[in-house]
Structures are given as C-alpha cells and as structure tokens.
C-alpha cells in the first residue's frame, strides 16, 4: 500500500526516505503489520506496484454496526489542454447518515445564493445563472465544501498525465480511471469494515450499464488477468446532474481539485481550496503531513516505469504545485 505525505514543508526522518517533501511507504501491509525495514527504499520516488489493494485479513473484522456510505463519481480535464495536462476522475464519499445534513446545508447554500429550483449549483463559474452573482456563487460553493468536511465525507482522485493516455479513446480513459476510484472505494470499506453503493455520474460510454453491471459481478481486472471482488459495494448504478444536490457536492470539490492543478491565476484561492481538498482526501496524519497517496490520491502510472523525462518532469512539477499551495 503507498502513502505519500503532501506536506506544508518537507519532513525530517532518518528511516523513511523522502522526495521532494512526499513521505514514500512502499509493501502491502499497514504500517502496523510492517516491519521497518520493509518501507527501507532508495531516495528515488516510487509507488506499489499493487493496483487495487484488497484486504489481506488484517482490516475486517466481523461486525454488527456495518454502516454504509455513498460513492459519486465524476470526471474533469477531459481534453488535454495548456494548463490541463493531467486527467482527472474523482470521487465524493458520504456516509449515509450524513445525506440528509449533506442535503439540508446545499439546498440552504443554494437559496441563499437566490439559485432557483431547476438551476445546476456547480463549480464553473460560467454555469451559473444569470441572477446569481460570481460572489454569491463563490460562497455557496464555499459554504458546500465546508459542509462535506464537517460531515465526514471523504475525497478519492485518480490523477494520471494526457500524454500517457494519448493512444485511449475517452471510453477507455473513463473506465480505466473509474475502475481505480470504485476499486479504491472498496478498499476504503473494508478498512472501516462498511459497506456501500456507488451511483456514478452519467458515464460518456457506449455501454454504461454494462460496464456497471461487470463491475459489480465480475468486479475489477488485473493486469495480470486476475479480477478483484468489489466485496463491500451493494450497488453499482448512474445518476445525473440535478439528480440530486450531493451531485452537486461532487461536481464542486472536484472542481475546485481541477482549478487548483491546472495553473490557477489567483493563487490565494487556490491555496484555500487545495487546503479544504486535500483535508477532504481520505488520508492519515502524521503531524503536519498528510498520507494521501495510496488512499484518496491516485497518480499513476507508477514513476519507475515513465521512460520519458518530459512526463516525469510534469509529475514533479504536479507534486511541487500542490505543496506549494499547501503551504
């Protein structure tokens, strides 16, 4: 399992390696379960060459307070772009109990901003209605990212360069990104030991329901053949823009994760939204650092298989942006 610390400054440690302020933990084992010298790896940056990292026997324990908790999925940078170099599939867990709060605050935040009923509360800016001011907007958006954090709802991302993917349709990108953030999903409910249902936003595929509908019998393919069990998913289905206004919730803090890696001009905001983003990820802290890799941020490929040095440099470059804005 990787974790990777997005931290403020880069970190003292004399047991575990650093790169450019990211912690490195590399093995498939909790920290409790490994031994230290397991996570002993060259200086150089790596991640786990495990995919979709399943419960080993050490997460799940039986129990009769199961709770369960929702998975929305949607898609941003679709197109690369001078400032979009990097696709991005994200997803918002919430848990059950929380849905109704979660509903309660946005509808809230949506009449306070004066959207009316049929109106899309989203991230864009442009998308929003014309009696709806940028100011106005921007604190609805505001007021719900603040309510998906004291909700206890979690952020999962998968993150992965334009150019890698260059030779994919967009059908081949989505699915492959997707199956990370659900297969993911379900790592995180059995760490928890949940259970939960993924409602993902209307996929551009041509055989969405099919997709959906492998995914939960067949579960996830390895690329070495094999299939992972999606164990912990009850439901895999789609939904829309407006269905509903945790959707809304989805499409704004991904968003605001999109605005913040794709060159932000005003830099201040970016920096307030990265902090509420990367707070959201599911993650573990040790002390100022943040352990979001091999948890709610997914970037792949894995760094010691990019031949190309301009790929590369992009990633480092990614990794500083973020760390910057953390500071």
């Known amino acids: 399992m990787d974790q990777l610390a997005l931290a403020n400054k880069p970190s003292v440690c004399s047991s575990i390696p650093i790169y450019r302020g990211f912690v490195v933990y590399c093995g498939s ?23 979709y990292p399943i419960s080993r026997g050490w997460a799940v324990q039986s129990s009769l307070d199961c709770k369960m908790h929702l998975l929305l ?95 994919q349709d967009l059908e081949q990108q989505v699915q492959w990104a997707a199956d990370y953030v659900i297969g993911r999903f379900n ?52 939904t829309c823009a407006n269905a509903s206004h945790l959707s809304s919730a989805m499409d704004i803090v991904l968003g605001a994760f999109r605005y913040c890696l794709n060159n932000p001009r005003n830099q201040d905001a970016a920096s307030e939204m990265m902090k509420s983003v990367v707070e959201l990820m599911w993650h573990e802290k040790r002390g100022d650092e943040i352990l979001a890799v091999g948890k709610g941020l997914i970037v792949r490929p894995e760094m010691e298989n990019i031949r190309n040095q301009e790929y590369r440099k992009d990633y480092d470059e990614l990794f500083d942006h973020i760390n910057r804005l953390l500071g």
């Open 187 to 238: 790592y995180y409910l059995n760490t928890i030991n949940d259970t939960g249902i993924c409602a993902v936003d209307n996929l551009p595929v041509r055989a969405q329901f099919r997709y959906l509908s492998d995914k939960f019998s067949l579960g996830l393919s390895l690329p070495d053949g094999n299939r992972v069990r999606l164990d912990r998913i009850r439901l895999l289905s789609a």
């Open 29 to 51: 084992h909790p920290p409790e379960k490994s031994h230290a010298r397991d996570w002993m790896q060259s200086s150089f940056f790596k991640f786990s060459s495990t995919v």
């Open 73 to 167: 999925t949607d898609e941003t940078n679709q197109r690369p772009g001078r400032d979009a170099r990097f696709f991005i599939l994200g997803g918002l867990v919430v848990p059950f109990d929380s849905i109704d709060a979660l509903h309660t605050r946005i509808e809230t935040a949506r009449k306070g901003a004066g959207y009316r009923e049929q109106d899309e509360l989203k991230f864009e800016t442009n998308a929003r209605p014309n009696q709806v001011s940028v100011q106005q907007a921007t604190e609805a958006k505001r007021q719900v990212i603040a309510a998906a954090q004291e909700l206890g709802c979690k952020f999962i991302a998968h993150v992965i360069h334009h150019e890698i993917i260059r030779n």
